[in-house]
């Protein structure tokens, strides 16, 4: 419970010696942050360095250094209200999800269907304009859509994104750089999930990078050259040097528009699942002792992603987990300003393109996996035992989109697609690539109705499941699910079959109780397994 006393004449302290240790706990958190977004820009998009370094990342600055210094004047007048010393402000940054989605499910479709990485890096930006006002005005309909939705398909639509987008691109860069790659992930993990500590308490993060910066160069002296780093890399880094400022980018927003069908199919099912985070991150915060309001929260997230997103930068902000760590770790005020400082130095001033030159990219893919890894265990974790099996229903989408991607790839590599190529000798080579297309189109929200059905059928609230049903007919028919782009009868087979599955459903609740076992739901495994 947080108490409160009277503050007349109590000025609160800025910083304390706990705010170091949190400032480089989460400084760290922040730059590894913005290392993988500068990384995926310029080597998956493809974007050029006079847009990664001159436009976006000062426009990510502008935005990091808005909400950084925001929540510590939250925390400040939170303190001086209650008259209390151990106020922690709330933590926050990209959203580290977002950012794989908007990189692979925005950005990288568009920019290999036009060849252009200019117009995905505008159809992230209308992503994210989209977004921030979902998020503005989301505090209106966030209890509403947390309260009829099994957390089993709000965290398994999250965890098939996890599993796919954000830890296998990860995993795969590791094992072409092993030396690197698994041994920045023993020290990793060691620490974030094995509770050992590093001398002085160094954050894990910090010491993976410095481990693979040793291997990486040392290396070198032996003709090696793990991680590809040189000493003319280092040079041309210098380059990007210079100042930017952030600079309004309302054209290139505008310009996004003509992808609003694809947009909306992700912008508004994770706008949804960032009203619910935001929503369990305060409530996370105020377990702690930390009484934030939700809808003041939600507000400063749009607000600050909106004016990101109107100087170009195409990733959205978020109020972090982790307030009870960095509290516990001695943070207060100071942490979350200090680290809005950092970021507007690294990004207004070119630091970021030296710092990729002297850290190993392998280096930091392990954090990556670490953090999927993280996001799909608490699919399982926190949830219900017996929606286990609706968690790896919601994951079945994500995995077909994420082979759909790799497929289009290869394809494209090649000089190809498979209308060319023919969908029926890929199939006879065991390629569905049909249904793969259709499973995988709007996997956000086709994993979060099916987890949602396949929740309340294990809990035998046939009701809801056929609502849940219907709505995926609803959603389907106008291509927010099992399609590329939003319209009128995009996949109506689709739609009539979870039609027909509504009704279905809706008449199993009207059976009789003799005809139907009401009893409490299984834990989701059968009694008895039939022999083969």
Not at 275 to 287: F, I, K, Q, R, Y
Request: glycine share 12%; hydrophobic share 55%.
């Amino acid at each position: 419970m947080t108490t409160t006393t009277s503050s007349t004449g109590f000025q609160p302290k800025l910083f304390t010696p706990g705010d170091w240790n949190a400032f480089f706990g989460f400084g760290t958190n922040i730059l590894t942050n913005m290392l993988t977004l500068t990384i995926l820009l310029r080597f998956v998009i493809k974007m050029p360095d006079a847009i990664v370094f001159g436009r976006i990342l000062p426009a990510v600055g502008l935005m990091l250094c808005l909400s950084t210094f925001y929540y510590a004047y939250l925390a400040y007048r939170l303190a001086k209200t209650t008259g209390r010393r151990d106020v922690c402000a709330l933590p926050s940054g990209i959203s580290v999800p977002h950012m794989f989605i908007v990189t692979f499910v925005i950005m990288l479709p568009i920019t290999l269907t036009t060849h252009d990485p200019i117009k995905g890096w505008e159809a992230g930006l209308t992503w994210v304009f989209f977004q921030s006002f979902i998020l503005m005005i989301g505090g209106f309909i966030a209890p509403i859509v947390r309260k009829i939705t099994p957390r089993a398909a709000l965290l398994g639509t999250l965890a098939g994104v996890s599993i796919t987008f954000i830890s296998m691109r990860p995993a795969l860069e590791m094992y072409m750089t092993p030396v690197i790659g698994l041994t920045c992930f023993a020290v990793i993990i060691v620490t974030w999930f094995g509770g050992f500590r590093y001398p002085k308490g160094i954050p894990a993060g910090l010491v993976a990078i410095a481990v693979g910066m040793i291997i990486a160069w040392g290396s070198n002296l032996f003709g090696l050259n793990y991680g590809g780093l040189t000493v003319p890399g280092i040079t041309g880094a210098f380059t990007n040097f210079g100042f930017s400022v952030p600079l309004p980018a309302v054209n290139h927003i505008f310009s996004g528009f003509e992808y609003l069908g694809v947009i909306l199919v992700t912008a508004i099912p994770f706008g949804i699942y960032d009203l619910v985070e935001a929503m369990d991150n305060v409530e996370s915060a105020e377990a702690a002792g930390d009484s934030y309001p939700t809808t003041r929260v939600l507000t400063a997230d749009g607000v600050v992603s909106l004016i990101g997103c109107l100087m170009g930068n195409p990733f959205i902000n978020a109020v972090y987990i982790g307030h009870p760590g960095w509290k516990a770790m001695g943070g207060r005020i100071g942490y979350s300003a200090a680290t809005g400082i950092m970021v507007i130095i690294l990004s207004w001033f070119g630091v970021i393109s030296l710092l990729l030159a002297i850290i190993p990219v392998v280096a930091i893919y392990p954090i990556l996996l670490y953090i999927g890894m993280l996001i799909g265990a608490q699919a399982f974790q926190s949830t219900p035992k017996g929606h286990a099996p609706a968690i790896v229903l919601a994951l079945t989408p994500h995995l077909a989109a994420w082979a759909g991607v790799q497929l289009d790839g290869v394809l494209h590599a090649v000089g190809t697609d498979a209308a060319t190529l023919g969908l029926d000798k890929l199939a006879n080579q065991g390629v569905l690539y049909a249904g793969i297309k259709v499973m995988g189109g709007g996997s956000i929200l086709t994993g979060l109705v099916l987890a949602a059905v396949g929740a309340f059928i294990i809990d035998k609230k046939f009701v809801n499941a056929s609502a849940f049903a219907l709505a995926g007919a609803i959603l389907t028919f106008f291509g927010f699910m099992h399609g590329e782009a939003i319209g009128i009868a995009v996949t109506p087979v689709v739609a009539i079959a979870y039609l027909i599955v509504a009704v279905f459903l809706f008449g199993l609740s009207r059976m009789p109780a003799s005809a139907l076992d009401r009893t409490a739901p299984h834990e989701g495994v059968p009694d008895a397994v039939p022999a083969e």
